[in-house]
């Protein structure tokens, strides 16, 4: 299996825009969707974004996801900062010749 | 609306096997497409897939832990299985079951249920 890496932590002030970065270690990211899902203290994870770039009904359209070829990553993006974004965030994907499901290691977002 | 909830032991001796239950509503399990998935996460950690099983019965595991995992379901009583055997303390976790959606690029799990702590400790 390929890896998932994202940065250990990510801040901003309230209003302002942060990107999360999800680097795949072997393999184009561009064989296989990632989603993107947020997990607030104490709470189970939920879906922000499916499909590279989806976003599912009732996520605010302030979260956005898109992914780089050049770098073999994709990215989750968070505008106009609140507080409640304040969590923690994991990229997830698929492997392709075992159907197995890869997690990256979370990165924490801090709204500062 | 669709739920998931997980029921099982909280806390387990080491050797001793976990049996962890997903009872879900909402959906069905005889819908292609569309399977139940586990996935735990130690206190403080990432979050780790372990396995999850298609609406047609075929099944993946992870490969770290597909010797000790086997994951069932009963498709008219709305409920998935899991076992894990020779639970160690390492194992402790929260442990979450998720509808997994199998797209034809990637699965992946939407909506969670809530988790369930379980404790490994003699």
């Known amino acids: 299996n390929f890896m998932l890496t994202q940065p250990h932590s990510v801040s901003g002030s309230p209003g302002k825009t942060v990107t999360i970065s999800c680097t795949r270690s072997?393999?184009?990211?561009?064989?296989?969707?990632v989603q993107w899902y947020q997990q607030r203290p104490g709470s189970a994870p939920t879906t922000v974004i499916y499909e590279y770039n989806q976003r599912p009904s009732g996520v605010p359209d302030r979260f956005s996801g898109s992914i780089d070829s050049s770098s073999n990553s994709a990215s989750l993006t968070i505008s106009g900062l609140k507080t409640e974004d304040e969590a923690d965030y994991y990229c997830?994907?698929?492997?392709?010749?075992?159907?197995?499901?890869?997690f990256g290691g979370g990165t924490k977002l801090t709204v500062l | 609306q669709i739920t998931l909830k997980e029921s099982g032991p909280t806390l387990v001796k080491p050797t001793q096997t976990l049996t962890l239950t997903c009872s879900f509503s909402?959906?069905?399990?005889?819908?292609?497409?569309?399977?139940v998935g586990w996935i735990r996460q130690p206190p403080g950690k990432a979050l780790e897939w372990l396995a999850f099983?298609?609406?047609?019965?075929?099944?993946r595991y992870s490969p770290s832990l597909k010797s000790r995992l086997t994951i069932a379901k009963d498709t008219s009583k709305n409920q998935v299985v899991l076992t894990m055997t020779n639970m160690d303390p390492v194992d402790t976790a929260t442990y979450y079951c998720?509808?997994?959606?199998?797209?034809?690029?990637?699965?992946?799990?939407?909506?969670w249920g809530q988790g369930t702590l379980v404790t490994v400790s003699s």
């Open positions: 099983i298609y609406w047609d019965d075929d099944k």
């Open positions: 072997s393999g184009s990211i561009a064989s296989n969707y």
């Open positions: 909402g959906f069905s399990l005889s819908t292609s497409g569309v399977g």
């Open positions: 997830q994907s698929s492997d392709s010749s075992n159907l197995n499901v890869v």
């Open positions: 998720a509808r997994t959606i199998f797209g034809v690029l990637s699965s992946w799990f939407d909506p």
